[in-house]
Nanobody, 123 residues
Framework: VQLQASGGGLVQHGGSLRLSCAFS????????MDWFRQAPGKEREFVAA????????SYADSVKGRFTISRDNAKNTMYLQMNSLKPEDTAVYYC?????????????????WGQGTQVTVSS
């Protein structure tokens, strides 16, 4: 399995971006998918998760109501729509995969990680 995150960039405060995580491997539909982020000098933190069935999603409190996680099994891709971006959303965003993941956050046990994509929100 390989994960390829993309879609990051520079955006103004209040703007929007959509991140993508392309999944290479077998049976994407059996993998729960998560987004994490890491800002400079800070620990990596959970952002959002979606279950392998696509019926359960979870969000960090800091992004609830602004970010939406989704998946398209036909395209083997997961997305993170980010609206109303704030400077504190600036970070490198990573996607992660867990086989039969339930769409709830956890501290460890992810099977695969992708490389990051930089999101920078200017004030």
């Amino acid at each position: 399995v390989q994960l390829q995150a993309s879609g990051g960039g520079l955006v103004q405060h209040g703007g929007s971006l959509r991140l993508s995580c392309a999944f290479s491997g077998r049976a994407f539909s059996t993998w729960g998918m998560d987004w994490f982020r890491q800002a400079p000098g800070k620990e990596r933190e959970f952002v959002a998760a979606i279950s392998w069935k696509g019926d359960t999603t979870s969000y960090a409190d800091s992004v609830k109501g602004r970010f939406t996680i989704s998946r398209d099994n036909a395209k083997n891709t997961m997305y993170l729509q980010m609206n109303s971006l704030k400077p504190e959303d600036t970070a490198v965003y990573y996607c992660a995969a867990t086989w039969l993941g339930t769409g709830t956050p956890k501290n460890e046990g992810y099977d695969y990680w992708g490389q990051g994509t930089q999101v920078t929100v200017s004030s």
